[in-house]
């Protein structure tokens, strides 16, 4: 596979349209997750955030998995099985809310490898630097994209933390990366 920096992308053909919704991820999911990303060393790694979403799309993390997978230091792949896995695991009306994964350095933005490995259109996919090593006020510093207008927009620092904020509250983790 090639590495990550010789999978840029084109800038979007038209800008990204802020949304109403808001993904509540609880301070103990967003622990779970910089743990799953760094015990992958130096190696990137794909997890996602499973929940409740309301009526009008607002979800709130509830599930934090790490599904088997093949990792390098410049990208990850999970096989549809791997992932059918976790899902077919999952409590009843648990929904997919985030496909997370780390990058090797600072860029956060999605690379074409990055767009064709996202599961679903529905979620949002976040990019941790230097394999979840990296720690600020979250969301800083993370990729926050979100699918829309045919096109996973990279969401700036105010759009990210309006769409995306730490809450009270439990999450459960799985990590069936290693046998």
């Keep these: 596979m090639d590495a990550e920096d010789n999978l840029r992308r084109p800038p979007p053909k038209r800008p990204y349209a802020p949304v109403d919704q808001v993904l509540k991820v609880p301070a103990q999911a967003l622990e779970a997750t910089l743990s799953l990303l ?13 929940g409740a979403r309301d009526a009008a799309g607002n979800g709130i993390v509830r599930h934090v998995a790490a ?8 990208n990850f792949h999970i096989a549809p099985e791997a992932l059918a896995e976790i899902v077919h695991r999952l409590p009843q009306g648990c929904k997919p809310l985030a496909q997370v994964h780390s990058h090797p350095g600072m860029r956060v933005e999605h690379s074409n490898y990055d767009d064709r490995m996202m599961s679903s259109r529905r979620s949002l996919s976040l990019v941790f630097p230097s394999y ?20 996973w927009h990279l969401l700036g620092d105010t759009e990210a933390r309006r769409r995306v904020v730490v809450t009270d509250g439990s999450a459960t983790m799985e990590d069936r990366r290693w046998p």
């Design 38 to 50: 760094q015990r992958a060393g130096d190696r990137e790694s794909g997890l996602f955030w499973y």
């Design 67 to 74: 599904p088997r997978q093949t990792m390098s230091w410049g």
């Design 132 to 151: 979840g090593a990296s720690r600020g006020v979250f969301p800083e510093g993370i990729g926050v994209h979100e699918w829309q207008i045919d096109y």
